[in-house]
């Protein structure tokens, strides 16, 4: 495949509606020669790169009811619910390895989205920015959520979630020279993004991060207008999109596994279902 590349949308726990898709390509031994991905995106991308399949399904998955991994207690002790060092420090290097090896040596890019806090605009990191010291710290960047997760500091940078600048990256993708691609988002078709109501605790919390605070602020509006170039690009046949066929039943702070099996299946099952028009699609000139 040359030119072709693979989009992946955050969302969370519904990431692993993602982690889903990507194990069944893992499955047929389909891999893209470009990936790019924001917040839970990056991280399904990044054991996707590692060809890890059911690495971050049994990461999402088997550590969630663990305090460590997602709690209050987290957001009282660590100032963040999700247990940042606990999943990218103690997981990949202790309880279920990253394949650091396999990730470096992987023949095509693989590139992060992050926001940068001060300027609110996106910042890209890719294989050429990589180290084994680094990765997994832009990686966490990429996931740090507002009001939930600090943000992270690279090379003098304050960054934090990816999805803020970028939701969708299909527009980095296609500058970076990719005519075709496919997408994974994590929201049914027709989904529109509602404007953000607690403006008054962002100022009050990110009064130092004005370019984060506008991100926020019209974050609504960078995700519907992407929605609507996506869907302009999909009816010129110029992009294939998978997507949850209803609503998912699943928060993007989750903790019922049970929940969290189901979207992964469904995940699974929809890139069976569309794997044969995947690959004409792929296949397809022009």
């Known amino acids: 495949m040359n030119n072709v590349g693979l989009i992946l949308e955050g969302g969370g726990m519904r990431g692993v509606y993602t982690s889903g898709v990507l194990d069944f390509f893992m499955d047929r031994n389909l891999y893209f020669p470009y990936i790019i991905g924001v917040s839970m995106g990056a991280c399904n991308g990044a054991s996707y790169v590692s060809k890890q399949r059911g690495r971050t399904k049994s990461v999402t998955i088997d550590f ?115 005519k075709k691609n496919v997408i994974i988002l994590t929201r049914q078709r027709g989904y529109i993004k509602k404007p953000f109501k607690l403006k008054w605790l962002a100022s009050k919390k990110y009064h130092n991060y004005k370019g984060l605070y506008n991100s926020l602020v019209q974050r609504h509006k960078l995700y519907n207008e992407t929605i609507e170039y996506i869907n302009k690009l999909h009816n010129d046949g110029k992009v294939f999109i998978i997507q949850p066929q209803t609503p998912p039943a699943v928060k993007r702070t989750e903790k019922n596994p049970k929940k969290l099996i189901e979207l992964y299946n469904e995940g699974y099952k929809d890139a069976e279902r569309n794997y044969k028009d995947i690959i004409s699609f792929l296949n397809k000139n022009g």
């Open 64 to 178: 969630v009811s663990d305090s460590r991994y997602l709690s209050y207690r987290n957001l009282f002790k660590y100032k963040s619910i999700f247990g940042m060092d606990f999943i990218f420090n103690e997981i990949p290097t202790k309880l279920v390895p990253f394949d650091f090896k396999t990730f470096s040596n992987y023949d095509g890019e693989f590139v992060i989205g992050v926001t940068d806090c001060i300027t609110g605009k996106e910042v890209y990191f890719n294989k050429s920015n990589y180290t084994n010291n680094n990765i997994l710290d832009i990686i966490k960047a990429s996931s740090s959520l507002p009001f939930v997760a600090k943000s992270v500091k690279i090379n003098d940078s304050i960054l934090m979630d990816g999805g803020l600048s970028d939701p969708i990256p299909i527009k980095k993708s296609i500058s970076d020279g990719n």
